[in-house]
């Protein structure tokens, strides 16, 4: 039988019932009857529960931690900092697959620097979250206040605050490309517009906040991961080298996740730090961030600056642009 | 060290909360600062009701309590103390899903579902008050829950649906 035939079969004998009609979604009753499973809905027999300690300022070195305090608080399991923390967690390389990016290698949980406020500084594990938060605020943080770096084109200046040893420009790509005759094309129009643009970044504010719930067993070696990601095989993948399992050994499970907006889609070093307190203390861990951690330490969509001169012939159509374009990565 | 108590604190400060939930008489151990949103999420089991902002602003915590609609994260378990309590579970029967859900999933009125449990509890609260709300009625009376996948417009179809739904089915 050939194609076009079995292709005349099918639209004589089946019906369109989906394509072009108003379908019921499957997963509605779940959501509807409460009964959809986000990640705090996760429960795990003997789950410790996390809070982190987080900078109150924008650039700092750390001086010096005390967890005395903290560690005496009752219903507390521990407290843990940079150094307790990569004795399992190695270091986290991010680039981008372009010769002009620099590629960033950094401690996941950094302890020592701190560049925005929010930055995870240490970690409290407790019987409870109201517990583990009433240690987290007995932790005491001994800040060098830095010069903060607030403005994306001072911090492009020569002589600005530099935030990372490896990038002493502030500038971690650089990158330049021209399609067409730029020249001509400006040498011709009738007109020329020059006009610099600026877009405050965007905060996505998905209604249920991020949270990760990591159980290591130590007997087997298998880690599962409940998390409110987009993007759940490639945090396995990006988890698995800092963490020196294979990723055959990690299950990580986006189960019903209440909005993400590209937010999600980013790994977070909550996403690392979790599994790997669970690794080190070999008990299931489970955060889930409150509002002020989400506002103050999540990612946003990036802020634009945009120097742009357009070429336009008198009838309005654009000839050509040429432009400096700015993209804030953040801290 | 410290005994492996599983996520709910039992300390010295704890109470015994007593509660009418969907019908059920319910009881559980609470310290005073326990969060009623809490309370009913981890020690009764019920995790529809939702947690977004623990400030009040959000909605989607809403529940019923004594008949009126309450934002369970800024009361404490121990506040409600001997109180009915409905929540998003006691709108379905089984599998069979009340008029208003039905309408929501109709008139496409949800998404990812996280402020759905709250926006259902203030509808359900909503058209008793007012079996032949508006347009601007609804608008008025669910600007307590945020949703930040729909943009409302599915949100408010099905209202007006379930409103002629509820009217139709009590003639």
């Not at chain 1, 990591?214 to 070696?221: E, I, N, Q, T």
């Amino acid at each position: 039988m050939t194609q076009q035939s079995s292709a005349d079969q099918n639209n004589r004998s089946r019906p369109a019932k989906y394509v072009g009609s108003k379908v019921l979604r499957a997963e509605d009753p779940r959501y509807l009857t409460g009964r959809a499973k986000y990640t705090d809905d996760v429960d795990v027999p003997g789950a410790l529960h996390a809070a982190f300690v987080r900078s109150t300022h924008p650039h700092a070195f750390i001086r010096s931690i005390n967890t005395s305090r903290a560690l005496e608080v009752e219903g507390v399991f521990g407290v843990y900092t940079q150094t307790e923390v990569e004795t399992v967690l190695d270091q986290l390389v991010t680039t981008l697959p372009r010769p002009e990016v620099k590629t960033v290698t950094r401690q996941v949980l950094d302890s020592h620097k701190v560049t925005y406020v929010g930055q995870p500084i240490a970690v409290v594990l407790a019987t409870s979250r109201y517990v583990a938060e009433d240690a987290a605020e007995e932790v005491e943080v001994d800040y060098d206040p830095l010069p903060p770096v607030l403005d994306a084109e001072a911090a492009l200046q020569p002589g600005a605050p530099v935030l990372r040893p490896e990038i002493p420009d502030n500038n971690f790509a650089h990158i330049e490309f021209q399609r067409g005759d730029i020249d001509k094309a400006f040498r011709e129009a009738d007109h020329v517009f020059s006009k610099r643009f600026h877009q405050g970044c965007y905060h996505a504010a998905p209604l249920e906040l991020r949270g990760v719930v990591a159980d290591y067993d130590p007997a087997s070696g298998d880690l599962t991961v409940w998390s409110s990601s987009q993007n759940p095989h490639l945090f396995r993948s990006l988890l698995a080298g800092p963490l020196g399992m294979q990723e055959s050994k990690i299950r990580w499970i986006a189960d019903n996740v209440g909005g993400g907006f590209g937010m999600k889609a980013h790994f977070f070093d909550e996403d690392a730090i979790i599994p790997a307190l669970s690794k080190l203390v070999g008990r299931p861990v489970k955060w889930i961030e409150d509002r002020y951690e989400n506002l103050v330490a999540c990612e946003r969509s990036k802020e634009t600056i945009i120097y742009l001169d357009m070429a336009v012939r008198a009838d309005g159509t654009f000839l050509a642009f040429r432009g400096r374009y700015i993209g804030v990565g953040g801290a | 060290m410290n005994d492996r108590v599983n996520t709910v604190e039992a300390s010295a400060e704890a109470r015994l909360v007593q509660l009418r939930v969907n019908g059920e008489d319910v009881q559980g151990a609470a310290e005073p600062r326990m969060l009623l949103a809490d309370f009913i999420r981890h020690v009764i089991g019920l995790k529809g009701t939702h947690v977004g902002c623990e400030q009040g602003s959000c909605g989607a915590c809403t529940i019923r309590l004594n008949g009126k609609i309450v934002r369970s994260c800024i009361m404490f378990a121990v506040q409600a103390n001997g109180a009915e309590i409905e929540t998003v579970e006691n709108l379905a029967n089984g599998a069979e899903l009340h008029p208003i859900q039905e309408s929501y999933r109709e008139k496409h009125g949800l998404q990812c579902g996280f402020c759905t449990p709250g926006l259902l509890m203030a509808t359900q609260s909503l058209l008793e008050e007012n079996p032949k709300p508006s347009e601007q009625d609804v608008r008025e009376y669910l600007s307590g829950n945020i949703c930040r996948c729909t943009g409302y417009v599915g949100v408010v179809a099905a209202v007006m649906d379930a409103a002629d739904k509820l009217s139709s089915n009590s003639r």
